[in-house]
């Protein structure tokens, strides 16, 4: 019989079933979630835009025939557009922007039953791997209120970690689902280039190195809500090969012998922690005790080279947020409508050539053909996903003489001479050093996973990230599977974890 005090308890296909069996109703559901939301986010700042009265029509009203039918659901406040809610993209520019419509992935996690409950908390258009923005404020991690929760799904992170809802949306060009799960404690997938929707406003999202999904405590969820939301649609830039079966039947399914490579060693040179180094380890060491064949290589990939075509990705996407901003808003738009830290990527962004632009995209073609090849010998790819524990809130924003800086280039229109002198190559350098793994699945295209199998000595979540080869996130699926069985994460809970 379920009781409302073991509703964290439930994964998001579990309450579906509670729901089908009439053992609790979506509205009942409904009013458990945003109980806990109450509750909770006064301490984590997860929530930024509540949907209650949307959660309770949903949840009163007939539900979709989906597998998440009457479970509870937050929306990331970045790209997943719903009509009559705000969407800030963390920015004060859309501070009260309204979209009149629901972006093609919203409209796929409606037909799978979630009930919304609200929008979670994202860095200024999702560039950060923390989630400190000027307007919301910060999210704090539940195993730790001083440290981050990471970014830039850090809301969604938060929330489903601290047991507000067992699923909710992210989007991930550089990590931004996998690096919150890690310093969650999350199971989090980032689907292939193109898996997922992205209309009807965008083609690809960051020339495609960003993909959007879930972040979940089970791998049930990730894989029942792939196979629910994946797919082109309408005007898509091109279309991908389709699974050979369900995700949701794959994880059902013995992953056989695979052959991993692993490696600790940052792609950028810099230093990866001991414990995250340990996790890797430990993890081989499961590996091998279930079967498969673990050896240390890694891909011959200039780490320093493809960071530095990152960040000529990503000045550029922001220049070009900044100026669509106009264009949705209606108004002109200056410097007190955004993050310092924004602004003057955007006016790197305008630094660049096109034809720097062109080779920086060359560069990740070549990186998935390295990368192709690598996979004709290894199954997966095992890494850290992050170089260094969750930092204390406020440790990564920019100090004070470094806002000054950026303002005085900004104002003075000196970007062309920051980025002559390399101080561009320094700020990616130093922005990836805490986080450089996760970008190389970005910059190809493959899938890559997130996998809460660690806990470091002071009880803070410790992942380890799976990259499998393009279109292949089958055998991430089967694998993820048999490692949740073989040692269980899903019941372990962070103290902040309320009960009713």
Request: net charge neutral.
């Amino acid at each position: 019989m379920f009781g409302f005090d073991q509703y964290d308890q439930y994964d998001g296909l579990g309450l579906a079933q509670l729901v089908r069996e009439k053992q609790v109703s979506a509205k009942e559901l409904c009013e458990e979630a945003i109980s806990r939301i109450e509750k909770i986010n006064p301490i984590i700042n997860a929530v930024v835009t509540p949907m209650f009265d949307i959660g309770y029509r949903i949840a009163n009203g007939p539900l979709p025939q989906g597998p998440f039918a009457g479970v509870p659901f937050l929306l990331k406040d970045l790209t997943s557009a719903y009509a009559g809610v705000r969407m800030t993209w963390g920015c004060r520019a859309y501070k009260d922007y309204v979209p009149d419509f629901d972006s093609e992935l919203v409209r796929r996690f409606k037909r799978a039953g979630v009930v919304p409950l609200g929008k979670t908390n994202t860095p200024e258009f999702g560039l950060m791997g923390i989630t400190e923005p000027e307007l919301h404020g910060p999210t704090r991690n539940p195993w730790n209120l001083f440290r981050t929760c990471g970014g830039s799904s850090g809301g969604s992170a938060a929330a489903v970690a601290s047991g507000m809802v067992p699923i909710a949306s992210g989007g991930d060009g550089g990590g931004s689902i996998r690096i919150p799960s890690c310093y969650c404690g999350l199971f989090g997938l980032k689907p292939t280039r193109g898996r997922t929707p992205t209309g009807p406003k965008f083609g690809e999202l960051w020339q495609g190195a960003a993909v959007e999904h879930v972040l979940t405590r089970s791998v049930r969820d990730s894989a029942a809500m792939l196979d629910a939301v994946a797919g082109e649609d309408p005007g898509a830039p091109y279309v991908i090969k389709p699974p050979e079966r369900p995700y949701s039947e794959e994880i059902q399914r013995e992953p056989g012998s695979l052959k991993i490579a692993f490696n600790t060693q940052s792609p950028l040179g810099t230093e990866t922690h001991e414990t995250f180094k340990q996790a890797v380890v430990k993890t081989a060491k499961l590996l091998e005790e279930l079967g498969h064949h673990v050896e240390e290589a890694r891909p011959q990939i200039d780490g320093v080279r493809l960071a530095n075509t990152y960040f000529a990705l990503y000045f550029g996407e922001v220049a070009a947020d900044i100026k669509l901003a106009e264009s949705v808003l209606k108004r002109k738009v200056g410097r007190r409508d955004f993050e310092i830290t924004t602004w003057f990527f955007g006016k790197l962004g305008h630094c660049h050539s096109s034809a720097e632009f062109v080779e920086a995209m060359r560069q990740w073609d070549i990186a998935a053909r390295v990368m192709g090849e690598f996979h004709q010998k290894y199954d997966l790819y095992l890494t850290p996903t992050v170089a260094f524990p969750a930092a204390g809130i406020g440790e990564l924003l920019p100090k004070f003489y470094e806002k000054i800086a950026m303002e005085l280039v900004s104002f003075f229109h000196l970007a062309p001479v920051a980025k002559a002198t390399g101080l561009v190559n320094q700020i990616a350098i130093q922005t990836l050093a805490k986080t450089p793994f996760t970008q190389l699945a970005n910059f190809t295209g493959q899938p890559a996973m997130n996998v809460p199998l660690h806990w470091d000595e002071e009880g803070m979540p410790c992942g380890v990230q799976f990259i499998a080869p393009f279109g292949d996130e089958a055998t991430l699926f089967r694998l993820a599977a048999q490692l949740e069985k073989a040692k269980p994460w899903v019941d372990k809970r962070p103290p902040l974890a309320v009960k009713r």
